[in-house]
């Protein structure tokens, strides 16, 4: 088990040094820096000297062995056009993605888990085809387009919720809509799945056959294997909502990561960008280590394999 | 569909007999919604580069001198006279009685410690043209300050009533820009209560701006700014009542929250110049806009007039000068004026030799719908422009460090300076930004900025002014229009300048 | 890893044959007894005529502008509607119904040149794994989870930024992103192929490897590949749309549906028609595509695990 586990840590540790060293050159493919720091108004000798400054002239590799050693200590340089610590300006904003998110996925699964449920116990009736239906209608309707209706609807028709900022929870009630939605098919799928599958198995039927009564078989028994999965692929899909806030903190003014990212990115800020890459490349992968380890602990046979 | 009409209808009457008091009249409160381009990265007046960053400047700080919105002329602000020693020295005689927001009474001190700072170029101020001409400043007593230039700088006092605003000495020497970015302090008709970076800035009267000035007292008691990114959301937000006023609005937006009841919407001309540029020195090794025929067949493609008449509106015109006329030298006689003539365009294009017109890429980084116009005009005459659109500053690297940009649909605000300096020399003085590189044109503009005789100055630019049109490196489009839309009880003035000035607008009433 | 790949399932798949027709009657009755993969076929089948068939059907040149006629109205508008643009006309007088017409050539040429560049890397990633196993699966596996890190549409954008907007660089981006689907379904499908009797029966008796994977692995995995490739179709859609909705994605004036959605964004509060025409033509595309996947799995595949 502990040479399973430091395995895969060693591979995510890897993992983390590709995505970053892919970024890094991907960046420093876009834009001289040099010109960004320097400004509009910068002369060829001062874009000289920053360059020098900077180590800009140097070789691309070893530009990222200084970037990713300095990375590992949490110093992730200092932003071109804000000037402030890259770290700092992550720490503040961090907190904002992670509420959306957190959100976000509980939204989804609170709507995802009951239908899918609920559609599995009644296999082919009109309430599985109506959850089913969402699911298929969920899938096809772009985030963006669908934010964007909730903020004509709730924010300027009826002025029910505020549309932009990060003041008060009721802020975040459309953000979290919008970004979770898309999570619930994929959810709802795996529940009424799992759901069928445990409903069908050998101990359901025998609790059944003790007498026991349908909600506590419901709950007690097969709920809480179903569920496992879904908590597995929920965390996932939490690593990806990191990335998808993008589009959501843009359009209601959310000044999280996603928003940071996207404005670094007009900026050609590489250090903001690259670390945001790197925290998000993080998430998902610290998120998967852990769905393993715990899998590989619940379930000796997958760290012999 | 019209169910769906019915419920838009519905939806805004509904919203506007609800009207909740979230911002506007009751409170005695403004909040403003700015950030279209990007938010402040440093509200340190000489450490942003923004538009907005001016905006925030002017509610917070005061310059020496004040320059009349309308009229242009210079008058008194902080220094109440002044006159010039000699070529390369002005002496200015202070006004008494003016407290920075923290307490400290303005003098001397604070005018010699902040030109002194500020131009000292390893303190590193963003905007080095602003500051740059600048030798020094003397303390001659308590309240009389002089002004050492480098060589004589007939511009000085566009940057005196403009980028230079003044700073608390001993708090400025304390805290710096980082220090001035967390807690700005100033004489302004503003004091900043909090910043959020990138997110909110609060405001509150300054009740002791009561010594006269002609930038006028606070009208509200309270003035929240929120950063909002997107024009949409602000638009979203002033309808729903979160904001009374953007300045980021297009010209559509203009005709359609003015039909909303309970708003209005106005455009103001502005001194931003709008320009299609050519490559003309080959820079990128696109050969044919090399070629002046092929420049000149290219201005005589586009209309320009329905582009303005269409597209842009308000007050906004077709420019014939490269720099805006009410700048100083900006001679709209001097300029050689390109009329819309598809015909002639096509003959001067076939004895350039491209009788089937050629393939260009076009850049910008403004609303596409401006480009489309203007390819679709390009395309009659056979030149098929495909274009790239890209975020400003990639855009600016690309030019600057890259000059493969043939074809480049660009503009340029001149920091609100009134003198052509601002946007001419900026370009065409052989810098990073230059496409034509012309030699003349530059030794003429050079003469132009560093002449302290008026006239010697107009000639000068004159000839620059008459080369670059003529040679069409630059095709002067249209003057922009900033777009404004508010709640309709505000007291609005709109300005030429760009620079709204949010504490002058009160609660009219109505 | 493989719950991110996990194969939803569909309505059809419920559907039970109480009888025992022949082979023919029972691809039959699959066909039409699947409601949704008929739903989805003949929207599919629709769009792809209205694109193959734009030159015939758009009544204007969707690049031609005209200013002096700019954001005419649609033909159910009250007032001054112009009878030459049925659903009006957009901020520099394009003729919009003409422009919806080519956007349906925009957005499923996207989604086909996504899906083969990304399926071609998947499936030979995916069936290299699946078929040799041990360390040629390890680094396979590497690769997937190198992939799966990435915030997809953050590196996106940036790839955008360094290679300059353009429909070549958007469809190369996705195609090089969205393979992890295709590889992680083809590895397990390929992993059970292999032991299959007649695969090795063709291995016992000496036939080559590539040989043994095209003629006999691959007629295998064809279906589960269109069903993957369905879904990652969808996917790049979707993307290339909010890509453009961001100003990440094709160049104006290309008639894209996402693009049309950024540029109608102006006139979301006053013109809702604009951004509500390109949105629903996303969603029917993206909806039938999805609906013809999932009664895809269900008309090809054979019942049951």
């Not at chain 1, 809509?177 to 599958?197: F, H, K, S, V």
């Not at chain 2, 008026?454 to 002067?476: D, F, N, Q, S």
């Not at chain 3, 590895?187 to 590539?210: E, F, H, N, W």
Request: glycine share 8%; with cysteine.
């Amino acid at each position: 088990m502990l040479a399973y586990a430091l395995k895969r840590s060693f591979s995510a540790f890897l993992i983390l040094i590709v995505v970053s060293a892919l970024t890094f050159s991907l960046s420093h493919l876009s834009a001289d820096p040099a010109l960004t720091i320097g400004g509009e108004q910068a002369s060829d000798e001062d874009i000289q000297a920053i360059r020098d400054l900077y180590g800009f002239d140097r070789p691309i590799y070893i530009q990222y062995i200084d970037w990713a050693a300095r990375a590992m200590s949490g110093d992730f340089g200092e932003s071109y056009h804000y000037g402030e610590r890259v770290s700092t300006m992550i720490a503040g904003r961090i907190g904002t993605t992670m509420t959306l998110g957190v959100l976000a996925i509980l939204f989804a699964l609170a709507v995802s888990i009951p239908l899918g449920v609920v559609a599995a116990m009644r296999p082919n009736s009109l309430l599985d085809r109506f959850a089913l239906l969402i699911a298929v209608l969920g899938q096809a309707l772009p985030t963006f387009w669908f934010a964007l209706m909730m903020i004509i609807v709730f924010g300027v028709w009826w002025r029910w919720l505020p549309i932009s900022g990060n003041d008060t929870w009721a802020h975040f009630v459309m953000p979290t809509i919008a970004l979770g939605y898309y999570a619930t098919p994929a959810l709802m799928r795996l529940t009424r799945a799992g759901m069928i599958e445990v409903l069908g198995s050998d101990y359901v039927r025998t609790a059944r056959a003790k007498g026991l009564s349908p909600t506590v078989v419901l709950f007690k028994h097969a709920l809480r294997n179903a569920i496992i999965p879904v908590v597995a692929l929920a965390a996932v899909w939490f690593g990806f909502m990191l990335g998808g806030s993008i589009v959501i903190e843009t359009i209601f003014n959310l000044k999280g990561l996603g928003w940071l990212s996207y404005d670094a990115l007009l900026r050609s800020d590489l250090p903001v960008v690259q670390a945001i890459v790197l925290i998000f490349a993080s998430f998902y992968v610290v998120l998967t280590l852990a769905a393993d380890l715990l899998n590989a602990w619940l379930d000796p046979r997958i760290s012999v394999r | 569909m019209k169910l769906i009409r019915l419920a838009v209808v519905a939806g805004f009457a509904a919203s506007l007999t609800a009207a909740p008091a979230l911002a506007g009249p009751d409170d005695d409160s403004l909040t403003v919604a700015w950030g279209s381009t990007g938010p402040i990265e440093n509200v340190d007046n000489y450490f942003n580069t923004n538009r907005t960053g001016i905006w925030f400047s002017r509610m917070v700080w005061d310059q020496l001198i004040y320059r009349e919105p309308k009229t242009f002329e210079y008058k008194p602000l902080l220094a109440e006279s002044w006159e010039a020693l000699s070529d390369t020295t002005w002496q200015f005689k202070l006004r008494q009685g003016v407290k920075f927001h923290n307490g400290e009474p303005f003098d001397a001190d604070d005018v010699v410690f902040t030109l002194n700072w500020v131009s000292n170029p390893e303190n590193g101020v963003k905007v080095q043209r602003n500051v740059d001409w600048i030798e020094s400043a003397e303390k001659v007593d308590q309240y009389t300050v002089n002004i050492h230039m480098k060589k004589p700088f007939p511009q000085a006092f566009e940057f005196l009533s403009g980028p230079l605003t003044i700073y608390p000495n001993e708090y400025y020497a304390e805290v710096g820009p980082d220090g001035m970015h967390k807690a700005p302090v100033g004489t302004g008709p503003m004091k900043v209560v909090s910043v959020k970076t990138a997110e909110e800035y609060v405001f509150e009267k300054n009740t002791d701006y009561t010594w006269g000035s002609p930038k006028g007292e606070a009208q509200v008691s309270k003035l929240t700014v929120r950063e909002i990114a997107d024009v949409q959301t602000q638009i979203a937000e002033l309808l729903a009542g979160g904001i009374d006023i953007t300045a980021d609005i297009s010209a559509d937006h203009v005709d359609q929250i003015g039909g909303v009841p309970g708003f209005t919407a106005m455009q103001a001309g502005t001194m931003r110049t709008g320009y299609i540029g050519f490559d003309a020195a080959g820079r990128g090794n696109f050969e044919p806009t090399t070629k002046l025929e092929v420049r000149k067949a290219m201005a005589m493609a586009i209309n320009r007039q329905s582009l303005v008449e269409n597209l842009i509106r308000g007050d906004a015109g077709v420019i014939h000068t490269p720099c805006f006329p009410t700048q100083f030298g900006c001679d709209e006689g001097a300029a050689v004026k390109w009329d819309y003539n598809p015909e002639k365009a096509k003959e001067l294009l076939a004895s350039a030799g491209y009788p089937d017109g050629f393939e260009i890429d076009f850049y910008t980084f403004r609303p596409a719908d401006w480009a489309e116009a203007i390819m679709a005009d390009l395309a009659k005459v056979g030149i098929k422009a495909s274009l790239t659109k890209m975020p400003y500053f990639a855009l600016r690297d690309k030019q600057r460090n890259e000059g493969t940009t043939p074809m480049f649909l660009m503009d340029w605000g001149s920091y609100s300076m009134n003198d052509m300096s601002a946007i001419t020399s900026h370009f065409f003085k052989k810098g990073a930004d230059d496409f034509a590189l012309d030699d003349e044109v530059a030794a003429w503009l050079e003469e132009g900025d560093t002449s302290s005789d008026p006239e010697v100055r107009k000639a000068a630019y004159a000839k620059a002014i008459g080369k670059i049109t003529g040679e069409v490196y630059w095709l002067p489009m249209f003057n922009h229009v900033r777009n404004y839309g508010f709640n309709e009880r505000l007291a609005f003035i709109p300005y030429q300048d760009e620079i709204p000035r949010f504490w002058q607008y009160g609660w009219g009433g109505s | 890893m493989t719950d991110v790949a996990e194969a939803p399932r569909s309505i059809g798949q419920i559907v039970d044959d109480a009888l025992e027709p022949s082979p023919f009657q029972k691809l039959r009755k699959r066909i039409f007894g699947n409601y949704s993969f008929l739903l989805g076929l003949i929207i599919l089948l629709t769009i792809i005529a209205v694109a193959v068939l734009a030159p015939f059907l758009a009544p204007h040149d969707p690049y031609e502008t005209d200013l002096a006629s700019r954001l005419q109205n649609p033909f159910w508008h009250e007032k001054k509607v112009d009878p030459d643009h049925l659903l009006g006309t957009d901020k520099v007088g394009r003729d919009y119904l003409s422009r919806l017409i080519y956007g349906a050539q925009i957005s499923l040429l996207i989604g086909f040149s996504t899906m083969l560049i990304s399926g071609i890397i998947g499936t030979v990633l995916g069936v290299t794994a699946g078929y040799f196993g041990g360390r040629v699966d390890m680094v396979v596996n590497f690769i997937i989870n190198t992939r799966l890190a990435m915030p997809v549409f953050l590196v996106a954008m940036a790839a955008v930024v360094a290679f300059g907007a353009s429909l070549m660089v958007v469809i190369l981006v996705l195609g090089l992103f969205l393979w992890d689907r295709f590889a992680v379904v083809m590895r397990s499908i390929t992993m059970q192929a292999r032991d299959l009797d007649y695969v090795k029966a063709a291995r016992a008796m000496g036939c080559s490897t590539p040989y043994i994977i095209v003629r006999e692995i691959f007629p295998n995995v064809l279906g589960s590949l269109t069903v993957v490739a369905t879904v990652e179709m969808a996917n790049a859609i979707l993307l290339e749309a909010a890509l453009s909705f961001l100003g990440f994605g094709v160049q104006a004036p290309t008639p894209s549906w996402g693009l049309m959605l950024n540029e109608a964004r102006e006139y979301m509060f006053f013109s809702p028609w604009l951004l509500a025409l390109p949105g629903a033509c996303l969603f029917f595309l993206v909806l039938a595509i999805n609906l013809f996947g999932d009664g895809l799995r269900d008309v090809t595949l054979e019942k049951g695990r």
